[in-house]
C-alpha cells in the first residue's frame, strides 16, 4: 500500500498529508454538492460522479467503494428507485458510504434508508475541537491501513458533525464517541455494519468541511473507511 503524500497550494490552506490507502476507484453520488471529490482526488482515487441512470448493480461493481454526498437522500428524489441497487452491490462485498442527512425532506422513508434501522436526530456536535472517545479502539476502521489516534482530531474545522442518528440496530458498530461541553455523549456519527459480503457505513461527521479545508487526520480517517472492504480477513 503506497504512502500519499499531499501538498494543498495556492490560495487553499496547506497540509501535508501522509496515509495509506487500499482501492482506488470510487463512484461518487452527489448530493445536494461539496468538494469531497475533488479533495479524493488529491490524494490519489479515481472518482467518477454518478448519475442516478448510472446507479445500476452492473456499474458499481466495478467501485472499491461508493459514497453518498451531502444530503443526498434530502436531495436525490428518485433514491427509491436507486437504492435497492446500492443495498445488492453491498450485498455481494462492496463498501457504501452515507454522508450526513437532515431528519425531515427525506426523499425515501427513514426505514428504507439504510439496510438495518437507524433513525437519523438532530443531534450534532458543534465545538471543533469536543473531544472524540473511541469506542471501538480496535476495530479495522480505527487501525487499517492507517492507526487512527486522537491526533488525528487535532485543527478540525468549525464541527464535529451533524443529524447523527441516536437509534440503531444491534448490526451496527458506534465507532466514536463526542459532545459539546454540557451535552450527553453523541455515539451515532460513525457507524459502521457487515451487510452480506460487503460493508454499510453511515457518518455524521463534517467530512464536507474537513477534507477540502486539509485536514491531514480526517483524509486518515476517510481513507480507512474507503479501505475497509479491503482488509485481509484472518
Known amino acids: 500500500i503506497p504512502v500519499q503524500t499531499i501538498l494543498r497550494d495556492a490560495s487553499a490552506k496547506v497540509a501535508r498529508v501522509e496515509l495509506e490507502k487500499a482501492g482506488n476507484d470510487i463512484g461518487y453520488i452527489m448530493g445536494l454538492g461539496d468538494e469531497i471529490p475533488a479533495s479524493l482526488e488529491q490524494i490519489g482515487y479515481d472518482v467518477s460522479l454518478l448519475k442516478e441512470g448510472d446507479i445500476t448493480l452492473e456499474n458499481l461493481q466495478r467501485f472499491d467503494a461508493v459514497i453518498l454526498g451531502v444530503r443526498a437522500y434530502n436531495a436525490l428524489e428518485r433514491a427509491r428507485f436507486f437504492q435497492p441497487a446500492l443495498f445488492e452491490y453491498v450485498k455481494k462485498g462492496g463498501t457504501l458510504i452515507v454522508q ?135
Not at 146 to 151: L, P
Not at 162 to 186: K, T, V
Not at 188 to 194: D, E, I, Q
Open 100 to 234: 450526513y442527512n437532515k431528519n425531515f425532506g427525506l426523499t425515501i422513508p427513514m426505514e428504507d434508508l439504510a439496510p438495518y434501522p437507524l433513525k437519523i436526530s438532530r443531534d450534532r456536535v458543534t465545538v471543533e475541537n469536543a473531544p472524540v472517545r473511541f469506542l471501538k479502539p480496535e476495530h479495522p476502521i480505527l487501525n487499517w491501513p492507517n492507526k487512527i489516534t486522537e491526533s488525528d482530531f487535532d485543527g478540525w474545522v468549525q464541527e464535529r458533525g451533524l443529524y447523527f442518528p441516536n437509534e440503531w440496530a444491534e448490526q451496527y458498530e458506534p465507532i466514536l464517541s463526542s459532545n459539546d461541553p454540557g451535552e450527553p455523549p453523541r455515539n451515532g456519527g460513525l457507524l459502521v455494519a457487515r451487510y452480506g459480503e460487503g460493508y454499510y457505513i453511515y457518518t455524521g461527521y463534517s467530512w464536507f468541511r474537513e477534507l477540502p479545508a486539509g485536514v491531514p487526520g480526517a483524509f486518515r480517517l476517510f481513507a480507512n473507511m474507503i479501505s475497509i472492504g479491503k482488509k485481509p480477513r484472518p
